[in-house]
């Protein structure tokens, strides 16, 4: 079977593909059609929490799968509760909306912002403050958000209310938050699309204290970051900030379509029966796989992260062709002199899968890779860049 023929005259053409067709993986390594075996760093984009095929990730989805699959939301499961309660003893949050995409969490993050504010202070009471260079998904509404003109074009008119300030630029995010009725700012603490760009400190604990002033919601879109890429089980967590609404999905539930909206005490109460919902959202499934993932995203996970974090940086800070590396966790982009698609390909030649972010090489492992492995695939990056 040419697959990739196939692939074109019958799927919609929205991605530009690598020219490989992946079969069967187990932890961090994946092989093709043709027997060839890759170390995988890219993760499924920050979804494949534990690789592939993860015996404890299989065991739990396929034990709920033999029990109970889906009910409809008219009937109490007990995986959705399980998760949620974990969820909210994790951080601090106070109830959970299940949705199944990080666009979707954000969708339900939006909607608490501005039900929040209009109920409190009138219907014009809209503006939600996004970044340039931000990425929310690809529903009208989340493109609205997303703070990148080339995602919009071809698209309008899309929703309305969405204000866009530099990262990192303090007074225009005063500007903003103070020349219009506000219902919120929603931010990624780590630009992932974007470029694998974090935040400055000052600039996100600057928009926690107008939120709080303002009385309006700080929400965090948690969904590439989210989930202990970062070193910590959500990314805003690095910043000593106590974020009103977190939005994540990707690695949530480990390779299953989960997103969860965690609201916090100022907004628990705004959803009400009516006001939201999903056919799919909180799937037993779905639920049961990512309480596994969230069980074993202990003190010592997360400090295995910070530790193949710093593997890869010293493998590569300073590296012929490498001219900086910048991310948190396991969440790594490396601007390289080559452009990035040569590295990528050079990589993938040599049996490593790396992907990009704008220019970058992105890398978005398991965060359990073994170190040995991680190491041997980093080497192949260095000689990628280097040749
Ligand atoms: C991937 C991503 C989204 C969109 O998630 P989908 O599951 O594709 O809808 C939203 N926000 C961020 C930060 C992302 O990385």
């Keep these: 079977m ?21 079969v069967r993986g187990e932890g961090s390594t994946v092989w093709d059609d043709a027997g060839k075996a890759y170390t995988d760093l890219s993760g499924g984009i920050a979804v494949n929490t534990f690789g592939f095929s993860d015996p404890v990730w299989v065991k739990a989805v396929t034990d709920q799968l033999t029990k109970v699959q889906h009910t409809s939301n008219l009937f109490y499961t007990q995986p959705d509760i399980l998760l949620a309660k974990e969820l909210c003893a994790r951080t601090g949050m106070k109830k959970v909306f299940f949705s199944n995409s990080g666009a979707e969490a954000n969708e339900c993050a939006i909607k608490v912002a501005r039900k929040y504010a209009q109920e409190k202070y009138g219907k014009d009471h809209c503006y939600i403050v996004t970044l340039v260079n931000s990425f929310h998904g690809r529903t009208l509404t989340t493109l609205a958000a997303t703070g990148q003109e080339a995602f919009h074009k071809d698209f309008t008119p899309l929703t309305e209310g969405f204000l866009y300030v530099e990262a990192n630029n303090i007074s225009a995010l005063e500007e903003a938050v103070n ?53 910590k089980l959500y990314g805003y967590m690095h910043y000593g900030i106590q974020p009103d609404v977190v939005s994540t999905a990707k690695g949530l539930a480990g390779g299953l379509p989960l997103g969860a909206t ?48 710093d593997l890869v940086r010293k493998g590569l800070e300073g590296a012929p062709g490498v001219k900086s590396i910048t991310g948190l966790g396991l969440m790594l982009g490396i601007e390289t002199e080559k452009p990035c698609a040569e590295v990528i390909a050079a990589c993938r030649e040599k049996g490593v899968l790396v992907i990009s972010a704008k220019t970058k090489v992105r890398l978005l492992p398991a965060l359990n890779i073994p170190e040995a492995q991680l190491s041997a695939a980093v080497q192949v990056i260095r000689e990628a860049c280097a040749e």
């Design 2 to 22: 040419d697959w990739m023929e196939l692939d074109k005259t019958y799927l919609a053409n929205t991605y530009s593909r690598f020219p490989v067709t992946l």
């Design 179 to 231: 020349t219009h009725p506000c219902a919120g700012i929603l931010m990624e603490v780590v630009q992932g699309e974007g470029g694998v760009i974090p935040l400055e400190r000052d600039f996100v604990q600057a928009a926690a204290r107008l939120a709080a002033e303002k009385d309006i919601l700080l929400m965090a879109d948690e969904v590439q970051i989210g989930n202990g890429r970062s070193g």
């Design 262 to 309: 965690l609201i916090g005490e100022k907004a628990k109460d705004v959803l009400t029966p009516g006001s939201h919902g999903s056919t799919f959202g909180g799937n037993p499934v779905c639920c049961a796989g990512a309480l596994s993932i969230l069980e074993r995203l202990d003190d010592a996970l997360l400090t295995g992260v910070e530790k193949r974090s």
